[in-house]
T-cell receptor, first 110, second 114 residues
């Protein structure tokens, strides 16, 4: 079945630095979504990417969808303490069932 | 405000007991989902329903049951057959008609088996 892998699983990031988290699918995706879960909270939708090579920005967050539509990345610049949490990617293989990665847990060091 | 309400937030159960988790949404979404979250395991799909009176098994349906008698409600029963039920359970919904399949999650129910 469809599998989505995220790397790294854990990151410690110094406040003010940049970091990137990656998502790779075993199959071609129709779209990919990113969610953020704060500690003790629930996942909240961030963005959806649909087109091959698509790049979208949300303030300090930049999302990319690979040309082959099998991988994606989230890059955060000038990390703030509010960026702490777990970032999940979820791939849609075309059957409207999302396959979630295991998440990238981010700890921000003040 | 529109959203998804899960109850209870915390639940303790003795081994051998069934327990039902409630999920109600007022977003007028057609599709509803139940996910299980364990530390380091991400989100695993238990059951989902795309329309009333219809539902399908997800990846880890064994030991669980659901019903979808109303569009707004999608309760999950964790039965005594579930070998390791202690987990964080998340209910979600999506608007299938928009085609985007973007999930809105409830706040979750944390089940602990004693």
């Amino acid at each position: 079945g469809q599998q989505v892998m995220q790397i790294p699983q854990y990151q410690h990031v110094q406040e003010g630095e940049d970091f990137t988290t990656y998502c790779n699918s075993s199959t071609t995706l129709s779209n990919i979504q990113w969610y953020k879960q704060r500690p003790g909270g629930h996942p909240v939708f961030l963005i959806q990417l649909v087109k091959s090579g698509e790049v979208k920005k949300q303030k300090r967050l930049t999302f990319q969808f690979g040309e082959a539509k099998k991988n994606s990345s989230l890059h955060i610049t000038a990390t703030q303490t509010t960026d702490v949490g777990t970032y999940f990617c979820a791939g849609n293989g075309g059957n409207n069932r999302l396959a979630f990665g295991k998440g990238n847990q981010v700890v921000v060091i003040p | 405000d529109g959203g998804i309400t899960q109850s209870p937030k915390y639940l303790f159960r003795k081994e051998g007991q069934n327990v039902t988790l409630s999920c109600e949404q007022n977003l007028n979404h057609d599709a509803m989902y139940w996910y299980r979250q364990d530390p380091g395991q991400g989100l695993r799909l238990i059951y989902y329903s795309q329309i009333v009176n219809d539902f399908q098994k997800g990846d880890i349906a064994e030991g669980y049951s659901v019903s979808r008698e109303k569009k707004e409600s999608f309760p999950l029963t964790v039965t005594s057959a579930q070998k390791n039920p202690t987990a964080f359970y998340l209910c979600a919904s999506s608007d299938r008609l928009s085609g985007a399949n973007v999930l809105t999650f409830g706040a979750g129910s944390r089940l602990t088996v004693l």
